[in-house]
């Protein structure tokens, strides 16, 4: 018996999102509150050890340095989701041609960019946190997507959150379907050898990208193995996750946390444990634990952009070293922002979204006259 993936329903991969725009939203909160870090982008074994010297002092801080030091693996599933939705869609379907791929899924990304951009403006800079000139600065460098080529601006901008990501995404849109070829035509082998050689290429290319001071694992080469994980999934029925597999991805998870060299499987094996651990939780039948996620998943690209931002009017009222002042604020904080991603998620699906289906239907029309 194993966590078998190969027919995940569309319900099943929100529900997903909703576990893991939660995780994402708590972590991008509690680690503003402590000093222990996260081995997100680069490794520093000091972290971990911090993470169980602040418990140690203080049992109550459980669970913020647990989403501190943890809950940026709430990424990882929306990795898996764009891996295996993208390959269920070339199964059913693919597209007559690359561009009536790609451009719509360019063009939903700078709907959602657009949109972040007017809420940072309105939420950070009417408070005088940055310049004019900063947020320019930001704008551009987050419509031209390149705030992940640099460890210098990756996170620059204040209270922005993770908008790196939308950069990061955009590259494994433009690379997937020359994986899936190469995984649709030499099938379980092809899968294996890609996942071998996304993994080697990670080691080959870390101290080159250090060296020139862009963040890897910001970029798509550093994420390889989880999606084409995904993909694989998706593709081949027989693949499941059953303990020969979870029991060295934990191991690994476990190593990669004290030891550098075993760093770059943290992503991989991470991923791995969560679709397994979390496998009865978007595999139940009860209502009542699916429709909350499930309507947290809906939602859940707007939670992304919106969560940073309001970091900037919640965590002025925690008390440092107060794990139950923090506790409250951050779930406070959460519900502020499920409740402002719903209301913008209404405007969007009311107003934007209507827009971006015509200039996507104009594009596909174009290509079939074509």
Known sequence: MGAILYNLSKPQITLLKGLGILSI????????????????????????YELISFIINDPLSLINACFSYFGHFGVE??????????????????????IVYILPKIIKIYGLIILGLICYFVLIYHINIISINQYLDFAKSTLLLYNNFSSDTIFLYFYAGPFWFFGFIVQLYLIFPFIYYLMDKYKEKGFFIMIGLSLLLIYILLPVFDRLNIPLFANFIGHLPEFILAMGLAMFKKFRLDYKIVLPALLIFILANFYE??????????????????????????????NPLIFIGKISMFMFIINGMLRAYTLRYTTENEQISILLWALIHLVLTIVISYIMSLFYNKLVNPVLDRLIQAVKSRDIEA
Not at 82 to 90: C, I, N, R
């Open 261 to 290: 060299c075993f760093y770059p499987y943290s992503f991989i094996s991470a991923t791995i444990l969560i679709l397994y651990i979390c496998y009865p939780v978007y595999n139940s039948s009860s209502k009542m634990i699916k």
């Open 77 to 98: 599933i929306f990795i898996f989701a764009s891996g295996y939705g993208l390959a269920k869609q070339f199964i059913k379907r693919k597209p007559s041609s690359y």
């Open 25 to 48: 939203v708590l972590h991008n909160f509690f680690h503003w509150t402590n000093p222990i870090g996260e081995n997100e982008f680069d490794f520093k074994d000091s972290r971990v």
